[in-house]
C-alpha cells in the first residue's frame, strides 16, 4: 500500500511499527520513511491520548512478563469445544461440517437459505491461504466486494490491507479473510440474526479447515459471532480471548475506523497485540 493510495482515501498516513522499519532495514533517510515513522508516532500517540497508547520504541510490543489477559468464554461456550451456534443443529449443517474447501466454496456461492440471495450479485467465501495461520473475520461483503467477489477490496478492505502491511501481514500470505455473512447485505445494513445463524455453518467450516492460530475479529458482528456476547468493543478489546482453543484478537471495524479516525489509535495497540500473538503462536 502506496503512501500516495492512503492519501488519495484521505487515510492520512502509513502505520508502520517503527522496530519492522528497522528490522526491514529500510532507508530512513528516505522522504516518505521518515514520514512514516512520524506517521507512526502520530497515530499511536495523538496528543491528548493517555501514554498506553503510544508506540513502544525498539523493544518489543509488550513486555514478556506481562501476559495479555485471557478472557475465556462464557459457561455456555465454555462448556462446549468451539463451535460458532448455528440456527438449529440440522442435517444442513452437519451436512456442511463434512464439506471439502472445494464444495463449500460451491455450496456458498449456490446458497439459498436466506433473503440475501436474492439481491447478491455473488456469494463472496472468502479469499486467501487455505493453511492460513491468521484469520481475519468482517461482517459481510458490501457492493464492491458483491461485483468482485472478495472480501475488503472496497475502501474498508484498503485500510485492512494497510493494517495488516504495518504488522508485517499480507492477504493471502498465511491470511485467509472471510465474513460472518457471505451475501451482501441490501443497503449494507446490518446482518439479521437469522441470516447470521443461516450463514454460521460456512463460517464455522472455514475455521474447521484453516485451523488458523490466532483470529482476528473486525467489528461487533464478527466478534459476537465468534465470542456470543453483547458487551461493546471498548469493553473487550486490549485482552485476548478465545473461540475453542484460538486466541481471538477483536478490534474496530475498518470501515467504523474510515469515519473516527481518532479510534485509529486504539486500533493500532489491537494491532499490536495481534501481532504478539502470531509471535507467540507461529503455525506448527
Ligand atoms: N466489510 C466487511 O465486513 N467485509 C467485507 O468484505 C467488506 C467490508
Known amino acids: 500500500m502506496s503512501r500516495h493510495a492512503l492519501d488519495e482515501l484521505g ?4 502505520w508502520i511499527r517503527r522496530e519492522q522499519l528497522a528490522a526491514l532495514a529500510f532507508d530512513t533517510s528516505d522522504a516518505d520513511t521518515n514520514e512514516a515513522i512520524e506517521a507512526a508516532e502520530v497515530i499511536a500517540a495523538p496528543a491528548p491520548a493517555p501514554a498506553s497508547a503510544q508506540i513502544p520504541t525498539p523493544k518489543p510490543a509488550r513486555p514478556s512478563n506481562k501476559a495479555p489477559v485471557i478472557v475465556l468464554p462464557d459457561a455456555r461456550t465454555r462448556a462446549a469445544p468451539a463451535k460458532i451456534e448455528t440456527s438449529q443443529d440440522d442435517a444442513r449443517s452437519r451436512e456442511i461440517a463434512t464439506l471439502d474447501w472445494d464444495v463449500l466454496e460451491e455450496k456458498i456461492r449456490a446458497c439459498t437459505a436466506c433473503g440475501l440471495c436474492e439481491g447478491r450479485i455473488q456469494a463472496v467465501p472468502g479469499v486467501g491461504d487455505r493453511t492460513a495461520r491468521l484469520l481475519i473475520i468482517g461482517e459481510a461483503p458490501g457492493a464492491e466486494e458483491d461485483k468482485q467477489g472478495e472480501p475488503f477490496v472496497g475502501a474498508a478492505g484498503k485500510l485492512l490491507d494497510n493494517m495488516l502491511a504495518a504488522i508485517g501481514e499480507k492477504r493471502g500470505d498465511g491470511v485467509y479473510i472471510a465474513n460472518v455473512l457471505k451475501c451482501r447485505p441490501p443497503g449494507n445494513r446490518n446482518p439479521q440474526p437469522a441470516e447470521v445463524a443461516e450463514c454460521a455453518p460456512f463460517l464455522a467450516r472455514q475455521i474447521a479447515l484453516i485451523q488458523p492460530t490466532v483470529i482476528f475479529a473486525v467489528g461487533r458482528f464478527a466478534i459476537q459471532a465468534l465470542l456470543k456476547t453483547d458487551a461493546p468493543i471498548s469493553a473487550l478489546r486490549g485482552k485476548v480471548h478465545r473461540h475453542g482453543e484460538i486466541p481471538v484478537v477483536i478490534s474496530y471495524h475498518p470501515a467504523y475506523l474510515l469515519r473516527n479516525l481518532p479510534d485509529k489509535a486504539k ?3 489491537d494491532l499490536l497485540l495481534l501481532a504478539d ?8
Do not use: S, Y
Open 11 to 14: 487515510l492520512g498516513p502509513i
Open 277 to 284: 500473538q502470531l509471535t507467540e503462536h507461529p503455525r506448527k
Open 267 to 269: 486500533a493500532w495497540q
